[in-house]
C-alpha cells in the first residue's frame, strides 16, 4: 500500500477517527485505526465493539492496499509533521510514514484482524436537517444520566418518530428534557435509544452551516448516522425507559413568565459562595412579580432580585444549580413559562408559547434558614 495526501486533512480525519478506537480494552487491534486504500479514496475506520467511526478522503493512491496503525501514534506522528503532504507506505506490516525531510518506521498489524463493522439491513431509515438536529440534541442531552447511573438505559437519548413528528427525551433521574419537532417521515412509528457518547461524537461532527441532511438507518441492534463524509454506526441501549409523558405534572398552581438570561444571570450570581450543589441549594422565592434568589454558606450568603410576571400561589423552592441553570441554558427563547405545584413538586420550564420543549427539574428540599 502507498499513498499521498494532505498532511492537515489526514491528521483532522485521524483525531475524529480516535474517538472510537478503544481506550479501556488493550486489543492491539482495536487499539488501531484501519486504513484502507482503493483506486483514489482513503478509508480510516476506528472501532471498539461499541461504537465506530469510519470517514472516506479523496488521496492519491500509488498502490492499493490495508494495515492497522496504532492510532495513538498515528495521530502523535500527524500532529508534529510540518509538511504539507504525507506519505505512507506499507511492504507486509512494515510502515514508513515520510513528510518533508521527516520519515518515521513503525509497525502496523495485519488488517485481516480487525473485526467486521455491524451492519444495519432491512430498518428504518430517516433523513433530517443537520441544524434542526444538532439543536434538538443540545437542548436534551445535558439531562441524559453519566455512565456511573444506576439504570443503564438512561444514559442515551430517546428518540420517538411516529404521525410526522419526532421527540427526543433525555433522563437522569433528576431533570427532564423533552424536544419535540415535526419532521417528514412516512415510515412506520419507531423508537430507539442511542448512547449519550454516540450523540456526542455525533454533535460534534455536525455542520450547522451546511445544507446536507443527516441520514439515519435503525436495525435492531444498531444506528448509522451518515454525516457529512463520516459513518457513525453504534450500539442502541435495550431496557424500560420512563414513560414521559405521565411524568410530566398535569396540576400547577403557579406560572411564571420570565426574561431567560435576566433568570440565568440572577442564579449566576450565587456560584461564588456554593461550596456544593447538593449540600447548598439555591433558594428561589416566586412572588410580587419577582424572583428572588438566595444561598447560605461557609463561604458567605447571596441575595439577589429579577423581575418575573407571576401568576397564582407565593412559592418558595429549591434547586441544585447546576441542574436548573442547565435547564435555563438549553431553552432557546428570549423568554420561558415555569410552572410550579408547590415547593416539592418539579418545575416545568417551556417557551412562552407552544411545547417544543419542556424541561422538568426536580426541587431540593429546604432546610429553615436559620
Known sequence: MKFTCNTKELNVACNNVIKAVSSKVTIPTIEGILIECGSDTLSLTGYDFEFGINTIL????????????????????????NDEYVTIETKATAVSIISGAVQYNITGIDADDYPELPSVNGGQNLELNQKLLHSMIVQTVFAVADTESSKPVYTGLKFDINNDEITLVGV????????????????????FIVPKKTIREVLKLMNTESEENI???????????????????????????????????????????IN??????????????????????IRC????????????????RVIDYTHANTQGDRVEIGFNTKFIMEALNAAD???????????????????????SFLFLVLPVRLKNEN
Open 333 to 355: 427563547t428570549d423568554e420561558v413559562r415555569i410552572e410550579l405545584a408547590g415547593p416539592v413538586s418539579p418545575v416545568k420550564i417551556m417557551p412562552i408559547e407552544g411545547e
Open 172 to 191: 437522569d433521574g433528576y431533570r427532564l428534557a423533552i424536544r419535540k419537532e415535526k419532521v417528514s417521515y412516512s415510515g412506520e412509528s419507531i423508537t
Open 215 to 257: 441520514k439515519i438507518s435503525i436495525g435492531r441492534r444498531h444506528i448509522i448516522f451518515e454525516v457529512e463524509n463520516y459513518s457513525i454506526i453504534s450500539r442502541l441501549l435495550d431496557g424500560e425507559f420512563l414513560d414521559y409523558r405521565t411524568a410530566v405534572p398535569k396540576t400547577i398552581s403557579t406560572t411564571v413568565l
Open 285 to 300: 422565592l416566586f412572588d410580587n412579580d419577582q424572583l428572588r434568589v438566595s444561598t447560605v454558606s461557609s463561604l458567605g
Open 58 to 81: 479523496s488521496v492519491d493512491v500509488i498502490e492499493a492496499g490495508a494495515i492497522i496503525i496504532n492510532a495513538k501514534i498515528l495521530c502523535d506522528i500527524l500532529r508534529k509533521l
Open 260 to 281: 431567560t438570561n435576566d433568570a440565568i444571570t440572577c442564579i449566576d450570581r450565587t456560584l461564588p459562595v456554593i461550596e456544593n450543589n447538593q449540600k447548598n441549594p
